[in-house]
């Protein structure tokens, strides 16, 4: 049984999740290059939506698809993101966006249960996958921009006829 407030890091050993966020931080996130794709149902963690401006100011290309019902809940950083230029989409249904991956540089995704909030560093049972088996990134990376295209603001207001 996994005690509380732990999870296992892409090893296998148990490790709190505040720790695995910070080496996931260092050890992926600060060594993008050129892109990333972050697609999250949830951002309300400043500490890691900090590090997502740092690179756009980098002039690493950053594009988020979330949740509609989420962008104006209390303390997402969505809007931190749009004054900052990065490109934001998000679904206009009732139905939930409820994806929790990103790609970095089309190389390595990060996927799992793990919303971006303060709550799944510090307290909850979490889990996450990171891996660079280019099959597992280009079927993240076709799913990104399945999305990216149909929650496009140009195509969502146009309503078809039934």
């Known amino acids: 049984m996994i005690p509380s407030r732990h999870t296992l890091n892409f090893l ?14 260092n050890r992926f996130f600060k060594h993008a290059q050129r892109c990333i794709d972050l697609c999250v149902y949830m951002i309300t963690c400043t500490d890691l939506a900090d590090v997502v401006l740092e690179l756009q100011s980098k002039g690493i ?10 962008i104006d809940a209390s303390g997402s950083q969505i809007g931190r993101f749009r004054e900052s230029r990065i490109q934001v989409r998000h ?7 409820h994806h929790k991956f990103i ?28 891996t660079n088996q280019q099959f597992l990134v280009d079927n993240f990376l076709l799913e990104f ?7 496009d603001p140009q195509l969502q207001s146009k309503v078809v006829p039934s």
């Open 61 to 70: 290309i950053v594009r988020i698809v979330t949740d509609s019902k989420e």
């Open 12 to 25: 296998g050993e148990l490790v709190n999740p505040f720790i695995l966020a910070i080496h996931i931080n």
């Open 103 to 130: 790609v970095i540089d089309r190389n390595f995704v990060i996927t799992g249960s793990f919303n971006w909030t303060r709550q799944a560093i510090t307290g909850n049972c979490e889990n996450l996958i990171i």
């Open 91 to 97: 679904n206009a249904s009732s139905y939930l966006m």
């Open 145 to 151: 921009e399945k999305l990216w295209q149909l929650f």
